[in-house]
């Protein structure tokens, strides 16, 4: 059975294996990094739990782990205080200490959270990741940004905690829903937009469908290297924000009722059109980005106007003071930060 693995070097490096029927065997792999640990508690979401905690917990048992079990209900809302309140509680009662372990076992909001849960907990407590969407696999799960949400805003609690190590069972994906693995679909897409033309190339023809597990190791093996090279988001990072100011501003606008990945799909197509006019890429660049996120299921356009957006681009986290670093793009495979004075911004975006 072929399990591709993937080492981050961080401060703290771990693991990311990726490959099919993971879960049922992730025991051992766990063991592996908590040799000592006695207590295993798994935070899952009601969608997840009954599909998968069931093998994982067997696993877990059969490698000598104790193991107790939290459920928090599934969606966004959930990734905010009160339930982070449940998770400490849950873990006090399950008589978890520092040298025990967190289970992350569900997608970006169930990683999000435990992840944070772990770095604060007892001052830190290691975790491990089972990423079980498509977005988590490539994204969340990897990189050590932990957060929840307040009501004034998005991730805007948190804390860099780096996993032991990211378990990506492929499998898992095959009961998502169509629109959840696209919004996974948006994040893969970017990857090759902003680094790899050949993986991009690659997606034109339908290789997330027919070569997953190959893809999602090169998604990973992307995030590794610009994590690696700026684990405390102070400057390359930023590039996994092509598509995402404008992107976020289409979540906000929408009440969240638009999900992430569908956001940044046509915050892509929009900066990409930018670009564009602003004479920095081709028009083909744009032709083929927007008929390849087409091609995954994704909307390319929203019905919002720039004025409606544009007064949620200040509220990213990637505007400073007098100044907001947008992410262009230069060709397929290739974009670049571009640092634009907040009066200028209005005319980027082609707002009268
Ligand atoms: N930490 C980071 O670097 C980072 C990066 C990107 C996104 N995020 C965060 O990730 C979150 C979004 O993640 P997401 O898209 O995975 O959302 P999610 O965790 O809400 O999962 C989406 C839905 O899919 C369900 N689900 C999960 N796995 C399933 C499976 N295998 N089969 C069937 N259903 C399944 C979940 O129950 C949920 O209803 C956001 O909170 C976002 O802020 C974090
Ligand atoms: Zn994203």
Redesign the pocket.
Known sequence: MQVNTIHVKTGSPYDVQIGEGLLERCGAEVRKVAPKARVAAIVT????AP??ADRVECSLIEAGFEVARHTIK???PS?CHETLIGIYSFLNKSGVTRSDLLIAL???????IT?YAAATYLRGVAYVQL???L??QV??SV?G???V?IPEG??LVGAFWQPKLVVCDVS??A???KE?FA??AA?VIKYGAIWDAELFKRLEQGALYSDTISVITRCIDIKREVVEKDEFDKGLRALLNFGHTLGHAIEAESGYTV???AAVAVGMVLIAQISQRMRLTDGINTKRLTACIARHGLKTETGYSMQELYPHCFSDKKCEGDSITLVLLHEIGMAFLYTAKNEDLKGILGIQ
């Open positions: 979401d009601d969608i997840v599909l998968y599934n969606g966004e990734k569900g997608g970006g909001v169930v990683g999000d992840g990423p079980t969407t977005l988590a994204d969340s990189g940004k932990t957060a949400d998005k991730n898992a994906l009961t998502l829903p959840t919004d996974g994040e999900t992430h990945g």
